[in-house]
């Protein structure tokens, strides 16, 4: 399929002619080449009280144009390929099947499903008001029950069924596939063995110069560079270095010294030097900071620092898709920390007590560590900081 083109899109121009009075219509055609990759890389979103005709017209552009929005790419490149109703419950549900390629022209490279799902619910609240259509939660996915032994991954995908009966509306003429749920277990990043039962330790290359230390992570690893040193693996010392791309963060100005060596010239605000790293925030009431999910499913270790007088705040969420299930949350319950998670069916909250609270404005240090592995669960550390 990598060699066909998938979009044809072709005009045609009808009209009837009685002998007095002429009627003409433009017909826009478009045939897309629906793929196994596209497949493999799409999700389904669910849209509460519509219908199939109502949906095409005249949503369907508003749809394409809310999806292209959230994900920064063109309507050009989104790929609807099924409108189908939700047979399984009894509201008026639509399931619209999608993907999408990444922007920058690169030709067939497709959002992750995983990513795209992350974008469109993170991203649902902007994508209702483009699209003047409710996007609900996504719903559980065939991996839900944890079919992959060891340590291999679930993946949800679709796979080619059948092709459906056209669907129409007064301006819409669409033909669905009709795809089915299916799974693939697979090894991730820093997992071997027949069955992914043994993880790699990736620092065992000692992969950080200078002396930084290697910190592993599931799927990789983390360099803490030494004084003066700085990049991906310490491999850029700020003494005797030059300016390279990216080793100012967030929009600092990077500068040669005559004498050797570089510094990083930081834009106003919370930045800390000696390169504009962003490591402090603070929020006014009911505000928050998105960050990308944590996907790791057998251990990660999450530490932050914080200072508030708010008797009762939220510190970290993560979570599924649909606010079920699988969580984590830190917050702050009436002063004192309370860990809550749940790992399926029931809910474990963690609340150890604090002497004078954690509301006193003084900078304060969480950890939480999981690791699922039996005989060990899930930890929260927390101290005390003067900053």
């Known amino acids: 399929m990598a060699d066909v083109e998938l979009l044809q899109l072709t005009k045609l121009l009808f009209g009837v002619y009685d002998g007095i009075h002429v009627i003409t219509a433009l017909c826009t055609l478009r045939v897309t080449i629906i793929t196994e990759d596209m497949l493999t890389n799409s999700i389904t979103v669910r849209l509460e009280n519509m219908s199939q005709d109502k949906f095409l017209s005249p949503l369907l552009s508003l749809f394409v144009e809310g999806v292209a929005a959230v994900l920064s790419t063109t309507k050009e490149d989104i790929f609807i390929f099924n409108i189908q109703n939700d047979t399984d419950v009894s509201a008026n549900i639509l399931n619209v099947s999608f993907s999408a390629l990444l922007p ?32 609900l939660p996504f719903d559980d996915n065939i991996c839900l029950r944890e079919p992959c032994e060891n340590y291999m991954k679930c993946v949800s995908v679709l796979k080619f069924d059948s092709s459906a009966p056209f669907i129409s509306s007064d301006t819409v003429l669409f033909r669905p596939i009709h795809p089915i749920n299916g799974l693939r277990c697979r090894c991730p990043p820093g997992f071997t063995g027949d069955y992914c039962e043994t993880e790699i330790d990736l620092c065992y290359s000692d992969p950080c110069a200078n002396h930084g230390l290697c910190r592993s992570r599931e799927g990789g690893y983390n360099c803490e560079c030494r004084k003066d040193f700085t990049g991906d693996h310490c491999e850029v010392s700020s003494r005797s270095g030059r300016c390279a791309p990216g080793v100012c963060k967030n929009g600092g100005t990077c500068i040669n010294l005559l004498v050797g060596g570089f510094k990083c010239e930081c834009p106003s605000g919370e930045y800390e030097r000696p390169y504009c790293e962003m490591t402090t925030r603070s929020f006014p009431p009911q505000s928050f900071v998105t960050f990308k ?10 530490s932050l620092m914080f200072a508030t007088k708010e008797r009762n705040a939220l510190l970290l969420y993560n979570g599924r898709f649909n606010e079920k299930h699988d969580f984590i949350a830190l917050e702050i319950i009436e002063e004192q920390i309370q860990l809550t998670f749940s790992a399926g069916e029931s809910t474990t909250t963690v609340a150890p007590f604090i002497p004078g609270g954690v509301s006193d404005g003084q900078w304060h240090s969480v950890q939480v560590r999981y690791y699922n592995k039996v005989g060990e669960g899930l930890n929260c550390r927390i101290q005390n900081w003067q900053k």
Do not use: K
């Open 104 to 135: 920058g022209g690169v030709r067939n490279q497709y959002f992750p499903s995983e990513d795209l799902q992350e974008q469109i619910y993170l991203n649902r609240t902007l994508l209702t008001t483009i699209s003047t259509q409710r996007v």
């Open 293 to 302: 999910g944590l996907r790791q499913r057998f251990h990660f270790t999450v």
